[in-house]
């Protein structure tokens, strides 16, 4: 039996025909990256790196960037060789699934959940912080039981209501159409990068070498540890894998989307951290807003509201292509029939998954809403590093079982590369807080539970 029968029989039909009959194939390979891009640049350029340098790793947190893009740069390269061998929607989903079976791609369908919808509830919490601190700068005060979740603060909290609204927002733009989408993610795209190139620039040329005098407070271990923390901060070159379907030419386009926009983002991110550090000592950089921090600090306000807009636009677009992603999972999974139907119907105008997209919209919104963003971007860390585990395993398992098969974009230097990837992503997941291994084995326990007591008895292999 060929690999491609396998894989029929392993996926539906459906899941592989789709991309014909269902989904619209609009994207191309410079939408991939920009989509990638997107989902990159966010939370933590904007949020996380400051917060990383002030408790973790000072002004090593440059290498804490480096260790970190090390890890998904491995882990890239194994998504871009799936991805162009099974070019359908549902990224590491879909590969477990055609590479080690059912119960191990619902594992990691279920893990991904931690990665996309907490990821899109977190970055929400962070949008609406930024657009509090823009409104307050212009003397507009909203009420503190309107911004603040009941959960983070019962005692002045009620609903984070600016963030469950851009997450609504954003949903009514994915139902209508995944071309719409793409077109106003480059425009918050190009918003974004303008205003990092500025910040780059400008405070380049305020850096004082005695605020890296100190470079390792915290030693090397802070260093590992500040990479686990940012990994949170390149979350997203993976959601290129998810539109895979929606991609002219998936085999060709998508490795070049993924490992594009992660070598660009990783460029940014090591500038960015060591301007911020350069202008500003570390110890003053746990706050919500770095940059915007560092740019008051060398006496540029005026470019303080514009740094905030430019974080808005931003983790705008990284809801986008977050809430698209794990729509695009539901998509997936619906269609090899481990979850309902109706996650797997497609709009007959606008030809997107719209009930998986409205579903997942209304469940971030309530996350985005209630819940503290303290413990859901660890989460979200050792979600992801799990997801990266399994993909470089199953670059190991398709080499060994399915030698001839042709790549059209070959990993380099297997299998030195992918257990690479799984040391290093296991490396990073050790040093993340016991409590989140905890919730991480509590969550796929309740995957677990639906999957015996739904999936199993309803599955496409079935």
Sequence with gaps: MSFSQQLLKRKSVAALTNAENGLKRTLTAKDLTILGVGAIIGAGIFVLTGIAAAKYAGPAIVLSFVFAGIACALAALCYSELAAMIPVSGSAYSYAYATMGELMAWIIGWDLILEYALASSTVAIGWAGYLNSFLNSIDVHL????????????????????????????????????????????????????????????????????????????????????????????????????????????????????????????????????????????????????????????????????????????????????????????????????????????????????????????AVALLAGFMPIEKLGELVSIGTLFAFVLVCGGVLVLRSSHPELPRHFKCPAVPVVPIAGILVCLGLMAGLPLDTWVRLLVWLLIGFAIYFGYGIKHSQLR
Excluded at 197 to 212: P, R, Y
């Design 143 to 362: 009420p503190s039981y309107l911004t603040t979740a009941y959960l983070a603060d019962p005692a002045q909290g009620f609903i984070n209501l600016p963030a469950v609204i851009i997450v609504l927002l954003l949903t009514g733009l994915l139902v209508v159409g995944i071309r719409q989408s793409a077109i106003f993610n480059f425009v918050m795209v190009l918003i974004k990068l303008a205003v990092i190139v500025v910040f780059i620039i400008a405070g380049a040329g305020h850096i004082q070498t005695e605020n890296w005098s100190n470079f390792t407070p915290f030693g090397f271990g802070g260093v590992l540890t500040g990479a686990g923390v940012i990994f949170f901060a390149y979350i997203g070159f993976d959601a290129v894998s998810t539109a895979a379907q929606e991609a002219i030419n998936p085999k060709r386009d998508v490795p070049i989307g993924i490992i594009a926009s992660l070598i660009v983002c990783t460029v940014l991110y090591i500038l960015v951290a060591g301007v911020l550090t350069g202008v500003i000592s570390y110890t003053e950089l746990n706050v919500p807003a770095p940059i915007a921090v560092a740019v008051d600090h060398i006496g540029m306000s005026w470019l303080s509201p514009i740094i905030k807009l430019a974080a808005i636009a931003g983790l705008t677009s990284v809801m986008l292509v977050l809430l698209m992603g794990q729509s695009r999972i539901f998509y997936a999974m619906a269609n090899d029939r481990l979850l309902p139907p109706l996650f797997a119907k497609i709009h007959p105008k606008f030809q997107t998954p719209h009930l998986s997209t409205i579903v997942v919209g209304f």
